[in-house]
Protein backbone atom coordinates (compact mmCIF):
# COMPACT_ATOMS: atom_id res chain seq x y z
CA UNK A 1 0.00 0.00 0.00
CA UNK A 2 3.22 2.37 -0.74
CA UNK A 3 1.77 5.70 -2.07
CA UNK A 4 2.20 6.21 -5.95
CA UNK A 5 5.58 8.17 -6.59
CA UNK A 6 4.41 9.95 -9.58
CA UNK A 7 0.85 12.16 -9.71
CA UNK A 8 -1.19 13.15 -12.34
CA UNK A 9 -0.14 16.61 -13.31
CA UNK A 10 -3.39 17.89 -14.11
CA UNK A 11 -5.84 16.14 -11.26
CA UNK A 12 -8.97 17.16 -13.40
CA UNK A 13 -10.83 14.20 -14.62
CA UNK A 14 -14.34 15.03 -14.26
CA UNK A 15 -17.17 14.43 -17.17
CA UNK A 16 -18.46 17.68 -17.06
CA UNK A 17 -17.67 20.14 -16.96
CA UNK A 18 -14.21 18.67 -18.52
CA UNK A 19 -10.76 19.42 -18.13
CA UNK A 20 -9.18 22.54 -20.27
CA UNK A 21 -6.99 22.22 -22.80
CA UNK A 22 -3.35 21.61 -21.98
CA UNK A 23 -1.75 24.67 -21.28
CA UNK A 24 -4.74 26.87 -20.80
CA UNK A 25 -4.66 30.06 -18.60
CA UNK A 26 -6.82 32.80 -17.97
CA UNK A 27 -5.04 35.06 -20.38
CA UNK A 28 -6.85 32.55 -23.15
CA UNK A 29 -9.87 34.97 -22.02
CA UNK A 30 -7.82 38.37 -23.02
CA UNK A 31 -9.62 38.99 -26.17
CA UNK A 32 -13.20 38.24 -24.70
CA UNK A 33 -15.94 41.20 -25.57
CA UNK A 34 -16.67 41.62 -22.19
CA UNK A 35 -18.80 44.40 -21.75
CA UNK A 36 -20.35 44.96 -25.77
CA UNK A 37 -23.21 43.76 -26.74
CA UNK A 38 -23.68 40.02 -28.51
CA UNK A 39 -25.45 41.81 -30.94
CA UNK A 40 -22.80 43.87 -32.27
CA UNK A 41 -21.18 42.92 -35.68
CA UNK A 42 -18.11 41.94 -33.69
CA UNK A 43 -20.37 40.26 -31.15
CA UNK A 44 -22.08 38.24 -33.80
CA UNK A 45 -18.38 37.69 -35.76
CA UNK A 46 -17.37 36.02 -32.93
CA UNK A 47 -20.82 33.98 -32.35
CA UNK A 48 -20.66 32.73 -36.47
CA UNK A 49 -16.84 32.20 -35.94
CA UNK A 50 -17.76 29.39 -33.24
CA UNK A 51 -20.28 27.93 -35.45
CA UNK A 52 -18.11 27.90 -38.91
CA UNK A 53 -15.17 26.62 -37.05
CA UNK A 54 -17.31 23.58 -35.72
CA UNK A 55 -18.48 23.14 -38.58
CA UNK A 56 -15.57 22.99 -40.12
CA UNK A 57 -13.72 20.60 -37.98
CA UNK A 58 -16.24 18.24 -36.76
CA UNK A 59 -17.36 18.21 -41.30
CA UNK A 60 -20.83 18.69 -41.17
CA UNK A 61 -22.17 18.42 -44.13
CA UNK A 62 -23.01 22.28 -46.02
CA UNK A 63 -26.61 22.05 -46.25
CA UNK A 64 -26.81 21.10 -42.02
CA UNK A 65 -27.87 24.31 -39.97
CA UNK A 66 -25.70 24.51 -36.83
CA UNK A 67 -26.51 27.22 -34.14
CA UNK A 68 -25.95 28.22 -30.48
CA UNK A 69 -28.63 27.56 -28.29
CA UNK A 70 -29.32 28.45 -24.58
CA UNK A 71 -28.95 25.48 -21.43
CA UNK A 72 -26.28 23.83 -22.39
CA UNK A 73 -27.10 20.29 -24.24
CA UNK A 74 -30.05 19.78 -21.68
CA UNK A 75 -31.67 23.04 -23.37
CA UNK A 76 -30.61 22.01 -27.14
CA UNK A 77 -31.65 18.49 -26.55
CA UNK A 78 -35.16 19.86 -25.00
CA UNK A 79 -35.67 22.21 -27.41
CA UNK A 80 -35.32 19.37 -30.45
CA UNK A 81 -37.73 17.29 -28.79
CA UNK A 82 -40.29 19.82 -27.93
CA UNK A 83 -39.80 21.20 -31.95
CA UNK A 84 -39.99 18.17 -33.80
CA UNK A 85 -41.10 15.34 -32.22
CA UNK A 86 -45.29 14.67 -31.95
CA UNK A 87 -46.12 14.52 -35.71
CA UNK A 88 -45.20 10.87 -35.83
CA UNK A 89 -44.75 8.06 -33.35
CA UNK A 90 -41.63 7.78 -31.53
CA UNK A 91 -39.11 5.03 -30.64
CA UNK A 92 -36.61 6.04 -27.62
CA UNK A 93 -33.41 4.16 -26.75
CA UNK A 94 -32.22 4.59 -23.17
CA UNK A 95 -29.42 2.65 -21.25
CA UNK A 96 -28.64 5.26 -18.95
CA UNK A 97 -29.46 8.42 -16.48
CA UNK A 98 -30.32 10.67 -18.64
CA UNK A 99 -31.52 9.23 -21.64
CA UNK A 100 -34.45 7.94 -19.40
CA UNK A 101 -34.97 11.33 -18.68
CA UNK A 102 -35.92 12.11 -22.24
CA UNK A 103 -38.23 9.25 -21.71
CA UNK A 104 -39.67 10.75 -18.91
CA UNK A 105 -40.14 14.51 -20.65
CA UNK A 106 -41.59 13.00 -23.54
CA UNK A 107 -43.84 10.72 -21.65
CA UNK A 108 -45.21 12.95 -18.77
CA UNK A 109 -44.35 16.35 -20.07
CA UNK A 110 -44.74 16.27 -23.77
CA UNK A 111 -47.55 13.61 -23.03
CA UNK A 112 -46.79 11.43 -26.40
CA UNK A 113 -48.96 8.55 -25.79
CA UNK A 114 -47.60 6.83 -29.10
CA UNK A 115 -43.79 6.63 -27.47
CA UNK A 116 -41.89 2.97 -27.41
CA UNK A 117 -39.38 3.14 -25.17
CA UNK A 118 -36.51 0.72 -25.51
CA UNK A 119 -34.32 0.48 -22.32
CA UNK A 120 -31.56 -1.34 -21.31
CA UNK A 121 -29.55 -1.57 -18.04
CA UNK A 122 -26.22 -0.36 -16.94
CA UNK A 123 -23.75 -1.90 -19.44
CA UNK A 124 -25.79 -2.64 -21.88
CA UNK A 125 -27.33 -1.43 -25.19
CA UNK A 126 -30.75 -2.10 -26.25
CA UNK A 127 -31.59 -3.91 -29.19
CA UNK A 128 -31.63 -1.98 -32.12
CA UNK A 129 -32.87 -3.87 -34.00
CA UNK A 130 -36.49 -3.37 -32.91
CA UNK A 131 -35.92 0.09 -33.88
CA UNK A 132 -39.10 1.42 -36.71
CA UNK A 133 -37.64 4.23 -38.69
CA UNK A 134 -41.12 5.09 -40.08
CA UNK A 135 -41.35 7.11 -36.59
CA UNK A 136 -39.09 9.46 -35.39
CA UNK A 137 -35.83 7.89 -32.80
CA UNK A 138 -34.74 9.53 -29.69
CA UNK A 139 -31.04 8.63 -28.53
CA UNK A 140 -28.03 9.63 -26.49
CA UNK A 141 -24.79 8.81 -28.84
CA UNK A 142 -22.77 7.84 -25.91
CA UNK A 143 -24.09 7.81 -22.59
CA UNK A 144 -22.10 9.52 -20.40
CA UNK A 145 -23.19 8.30 -16.69
CA UNK A 146 -22.55 4.34 -18.48
CA UNK A 147 -19.71 4.42 -20.62
CA UNK A 148 -21.82 2.80 -22.99
CA UNK A 149 -21.93 4.11 -26.84
CA UNK A 150 -23.23 3.43 -30.05
CA UNK A 151 -20.53 1.98 -32.10
CA UNK A 152 -21.75 3.32 -35.74
CA UNK A 153 -24.40 4.79 -37.51
CA UNK A 154 -24.83 1.59 -39.69
CA UNK A 155 -27.82 0.53 -38.16
CA UNK A 156 -30.03 3.73 -38.86
CA UNK A 157 -30.78 3.28 -42.80
CA UNK A 158 -30.67 6.11 -45.59
CA UNK A 159 -33.96 5.92 -46.36
CA UNK A 160 -35.50 6.34 -43.22
CA UNK A 161 -39.11 8.28 -43.00
CA UNK A 162 -38.92 9.93 -39.23
CA UNK A 163 -35.99 11.95 -37.83
CA UNK A 164 -33.30 10.72 -35.84
CA UNK A 165 -32.65 13.13 -32.97
CA UNK A 166 -29.45 12.36 -30.78
CA UNK A 167 -27.82 13.91 -27.52
CA UNK A 168 -24.28 13.30 -28.25
CA UNK A 169 -22.69 15.94 -26.01
CA UNK A 170 -19.99 13.69 -24.73
CA UNK A 171 -19.56 12.30 -28.23
CA UNK A 172 -18.86 15.07 -30.54
CA UNK A 173 -15.39 16.43 -31.00
CA UNK A 174 -13.97 12.50 -29.79
CA UNK A 175 -16.11 10.36 -31.88
CA UNK A 176 -16.75 9.87 -35.58
CA UNK A 177 -20.76 11.19 -36.10
CA UNK A 178 -22.62 10.18 -39.15
CA UNK A 179 -24.18 13.06 -40.30
CA UNK A 180 -25.89 11.63 -43.01
CA UNK A 181 -27.32 9.04 -40.56
CA UNK A 182 -28.77 12.18 -37.68
CA UNK A 183 -31.36 14.45 -38.64
CA UNK A 184 -30.97 16.33 -34.79
CA UNK A 185 -27.74 16.49 -32.75
CA UNK A 186 -26.89 18.48 -29.75
CA UNK A 187 -24.05 19.00 -27.07
CA UNK A 188 -22.28 21.71 -25.30
CA UNK A 189 -18.88 23.22 -25.15
CA UNK A 190 -18.22 21.66 -21.39
CA UNK A 191 -17.60 18.04 -22.24
CA UNK A 192 -14.85 17.06 -24.83
CA UNK A 193 -13.48 20.44 -25.67
CA UNK A 194 -13.44 21.45 -22.27
CA UNK A 195 -15.35 25.01 -22.10
CA UNK A 196 -17.40 26.74 -19.90
CA UNK A 197 -21.01 25.68 -19.24
CA UNK A 198 -24.62 27.06 -19.97
CA UNK A 199 -24.32 26.68 -23.89
CA UNK A 200 -25.58 24.14 -26.04
CA UNK A 201 -25.08 23.50 -29.98
CA UNK A 202 -27.47 22.27 -32.27
CA UNK A 203 -27.52 20.54 -35.70
CA UNK A 204 -30.26 20.38 -37.86
CA UNK A 205 -30.52 18.44 -41.28
CA UNK A 206 -32.69 19.48 -44.45
CA UNK A 207 -35.05 17.11 -43.58
CA UNK A 208 -35.72 18.32 -39.50
CA UNK A 209 -35.52 22.13 -41.07
CA UNK A 210 -38.45 20.62 -43.12
CA UNK A 211 -40.37 19.18 -40.33
CA UNK A 212 -39.99 22.74 -38.69
CA UNK A 213 -41.54 24.35 -41.11
CA UNK A 214 -44.33 21.85 -41.67
CA UNK A 215 -45.16 21.15 -38.43
CA UNK A 216 -46.52 22.98 -36.06
CA UNK A 217 -46.33 21.04 -32.33
CA UNK A 218 -49.80 20.74 -30.34
CA UNK A 219 -48.49 22.61 -27.13
CA UNK A 220 -46.89 25.93 -27.02
CA UNK A 221 -43.20 26.34 -26.95
CA UNK A 222 -40.95 29.03 -24.71
CA UNK A 223 -39.45 31.80 -26.37
CA UNK A 224 -36.01 29.99 -26.41
CA UNK A 225 -37.21 26.72 -27.83
CA UNK A 226 -38.40 28.92 -30.84
CA UNK A 227 -36.53 28.11 -33.95
CA UNK A 228 -38.82 29.23 -36.97
CA UNK A 229 -40.64 32.85 -37.77
CA UNK A 230 -43.55 33.05 -39.94
CA UNK A 231 -43.40 29.57 -40.92
CA UNK A 232 -39.88 29.16 -41.62
CA UNK A 233 -36.78 28.67 -39.92
CA UNK A 234 -34.96 31.63 -37.86
CA UNK A 235 -32.22 31.18 -40.13
CA UNK A 236 -30.34 33.83 -38.14
CA UNK A 237 -29.84 31.51 -34.95
CA UNK A 238 -27.71 29.79 -37.06
CA UNK A 239 -25.57 33.06 -38.12
CA UNK A 240 -24.65 33.92 -34.76
CA UNK A 241 -27.92 36.01 -34.17
CA UNK A 242 -28.64 33.87 -30.59
CA UNK A 243 -32.15 33.32 -29.46
CA UNK A 244 -30.71 34.90 -25.70
CA UNK A 245 -27.44 36.10 -24.54
CA UNK A 246 -24.35 34.35 -24.47
CA UNK A 247 -21.62 34.71 -21.94
CA UNK A 248 -19.26 36.32 -24.62
CA UNK A 249 -16.31 35.10 -21.97
CA UNK A 250 -17.29 31.27 -22.39
CA UNK A 251 -17.59 32.30 -26.29
CA UNK A 252 -13.65 33.41 -26.25
CA UNK A 253 -13.23 30.08 -24.61
CA UNK A 254 -14.99 28.14 -26.69
CA UNK A 255 -12.66 30.01 -29.65
CA UNK A 256 -9.73 28.97 -27.63
CA UNK A 257 -11.05 25.39 -27.81
CA UNK A 258 -11.75 25.19 -31.76
CA UNK A 259 -7.93 26.75 -32.10
CA UNK A 260 -6.22 24.41 -30.32
CA UNK A 261 -8.17 21.34 -31.60
CA UNK A 262 -7.29 23.03 -35.52
CA UNK A 263 -3.54 22.88 -33.61
CA UNK A 264 -2.98 19.39 -33.03
CA UNK A 265 -4.95 18.09 -36.07
CA UNK A 266 -8.94 18.80 -36.04
CA UNK A 267 -11.07 16.23 -35.50
CA UNK A 268 -8.89 13.43 -36.02
CA UNK A 269 -6.62 14.35 -33.56
CA UNK A 270 -9.09 15.00 -31.11
CA UNK A 271 -10.39 11.31 -31.75
CA UNK A 272 -6.92 9.77 -31.13
CA UNK A 273 -6.02 11.77 -28.21
CA UNK A 274 -9.35 10.47 -26.51
CA UNK A 275 -8.68 6.66 -28.48
CA UNK A 276 -5.19 6.59 -26.82
CA UNK A 277 -6.93 7.54 -23.12
CA UNK A 278 -9.12 4.41 -23.33
CA UNK A 279 -6.43 2.52 -24.61
CA UNK A 280 -4.29 3.30 -21.71
CA UNK A 281 -7.26 2.09 -18.72
CA UNK A 282 -8.17 -0.67 -21.00
CA UNK A 283 -4.43 -2.38 -20.77
CA UNK A 284 -4.84 -1.89 -17.10
CA UNK A 285 -8.15 -3.39 -16.59
CA UNK A 286 -6.70 -6.42 -18.48
CA UNK A 287 -3.85 -6.51 -15.98
CA UNK A 288 -6.26 -5.40 -12.93
CA UNK A 289 -8.28 -8.37 -11.41
CA UNK A 290 -10.38 -5.84 -9.11
CA UNK A 291 -12.08 -3.90 -11.83
CA UNK A 292 -13.25 -3.84 -15.04
CA UNK A 293 -15.68 -1.78 -17.77
CA UNK A 294 -18.90 -1.31 -16.82
CA UNK A 295 -19.74 -1.66 -20.95
CA UNK A 296 -20.70 -5.24 -21.25
CA UNK A 297 -19.09 -5.15 -24.91
CA UNK A 298 -15.90 -4.08 -25.88
CA UNK A 299 -17.35 -2.33 -28.83
CA UNK A 300 -19.16 -0.01 -27.14
CA UNK A 301 -17.22 1.41 -24.95
CA UNK A 302 -17.25 5.00 -24.21
CA UNK A 303 -13.42 6.37 -24.78
CA UNK A 304 -14.79 9.66 -23.22
CA UNK A 305 -17.02 8.90 -20.10
CA UNK A 306 -15.06 5.94 -19.02
CA UNK A 307 -16.88 3.66 -16.64
CA UNK A 308 -15.38 1.09 -14.47
CA UNK A 309 -17.07 -1.43 -12.10
CA UNK A 310 -15.59 -3.19 -8.58
CA UNK A 311 -15.28 -6.76 -9.38
CA UNK A 312 -13.41 -8.17 -6.48
CA UNK A 313 -14.67 -11.20 -4.80
CA UNK A 314 -14.21 -8.68 -1.30
CA UNK A 315 -16.93 -6.43 -2.84
CA UNK A 316 -19.10 -8.22 -4.23
CA UNK A 317 -20.01 -10.09 -1.38
CA UNK A 318 -20.67 -6.54 0.72
CA UNK A 319 -24.13 -5.42 1.27
CA UNK A 320 -25.39 -2.99 -1.96
CA UNK A 321 -24.72 -0.13 0.63
CA UNK A 322 -21.58 -0.77 1.51
CA UNK A 323 -20.00 -1.47 -1.84
CA UNK A 324 -21.75 1.81 -2.37
CA UNK A 325 -19.61 2.91 0.92
CA UNK A 326 -16.53 1.56 -0.30
CA UNK A 327 -16.50 3.14 -3.77
CA UNK A 328 -16.85 6.68 -2.24
CA UNK A 329 -14.07 6.00 0.12
CA UNK A 330 -12.06 5.27 -2.93
CA UNK A 331 -13.03 8.21 -4.56
CA UNK A 332 -12.39 10.51 -1.83
CA UNK A 333 -9.15 9.27 -0.89
CA UNK A 334 -7.85 10.28 -3.85
CA UNK A 335 -9.34 13.83 -4.20
CA UNK A 336 -7.67 14.69 -0.47
CA UNK A 337 -4.89 13.40 -1.63
CA UNK A 338 -5.32 15.84 -5.04
CA UNK A 339 -4.74 13.06 -7.77
CA UNK A 340 -8.32 12.76 -8.94
CA UNK A 341 -11.12 14.66 -8.51
CA UNK A 342 -14.76 13.85 -9.63
CA UNK A 343 -14.19 10.31 -10.74
CA UNK A 344 -17.04 8.82 -8.48
CA UNK A 345 -19.98 7.15 -10.37
CA UNK A 346 -22.83 9.34 -11.37
CA UNK A 347 -25.23 9.22 -8.70
CA UNK A 348 -27.90 7.34 -10.41
CA UNK A 349 -25.27 4.60 -12.18
CA UNK A 350 -23.85 1.58 -10.29
CA UNK A 351 -21.19 2.32 -7.54
CA UNK A 352 -17.82 2.63 -9.37
CA UNK A 353 -15.15 5.26 -11.06
CA UNK A 354 -16.00 7.65 -13.96
CA UNK A 355 -12.63 9.10 -15.74
CA UNK A 356 -12.82 11.27 -18.57
CA UNK A 357 -10.93 10.67 -21.26
CA UNK A 358 -11.95 13.03 -23.59
CA UNK A 359 -9.12 14.97 -25.95
CA UNK A 360 -8.24 17.77 -22.81
CA UNK A 361 -7.14 14.75 -21.00
CA UNK A 362 -3.64 13.93 -21.35
CA UNK A 363 -2.69 10.01 -21.81
CA UNK A 364 0.36 10.85 -19.31
CA UNK A 365 -2.08 11.81 -16.79
CA UNK A 366 -4.14 8.83 -16.94
CA UNK A 367 -1.49 6.69 -16.77
CA UNK A 368 0.02 8.43 -13.68
CA UNK A 369 -3.63 7.88 -12.44
CA UNK A 370 -4.08 4.20 -12.62
CA UNK A 371 -1.32 3.31 -9.89
CA UNK A 372 -3.10 5.21 -7.58
CA UNK A 373 -6.46 3.62 -8.15
CA UNK A 374 -4.87 0.77 -6.93
CA UNK A 375 -3.10 1.93 -3.91
CA UNK A 376 -6.52 3.47 -3.49
CA UNK A 377 -8.72 0.37 -3.69
CA UNK A 378 -5.81 -1.62 -1.35
CA UNK A 379 -6.01 0.84 0.90
CA UNK A 380 -10.00 0.62 1.47
CA UNK A 381 -10.07 -2.77 0.98
CA UNK A 382 -7.40 -3.72 4.37
CA UNK A 383 -9.44 -0.90 6.58
Not at 60 to 69: A, K, M, S
Request: aromatic content about 8%; overall charge negative; charged content about 20%.
Amino acid sequence: MTKPLIRPACPNFSSGPCAKRPGWTVSALQDALVGRSHRSKPGKAKLKAVIDQSKSILGIPEDYYCGIVPASDTGAIELALWSLLGARGVDMLAWESFGRAWVTDVQKHLKLSDCRPYLADYGHLPDVSQVDFSRDVVLTWNGTTAGVKVPNGDWIPDDREGLVIADATSAVFAMEMPWSKLDGVTWSWQKVMGGEAAHGMIVLSPRAVERLETYTPAWPLPKIFRLVKKGKLDSAIFEGATINTPSMLAVEDALDGLRWAEGIGGLPGLIARSQANLTAIAAWVDRTDWVDFLAVDPATRSNTSICLKIVDPWYQDLPADDQAQKAKQIVTLLDQEGVAYDIGAYRDAPPGLRIWGGATVETSDIEALLPWLDWAFAVVKAA
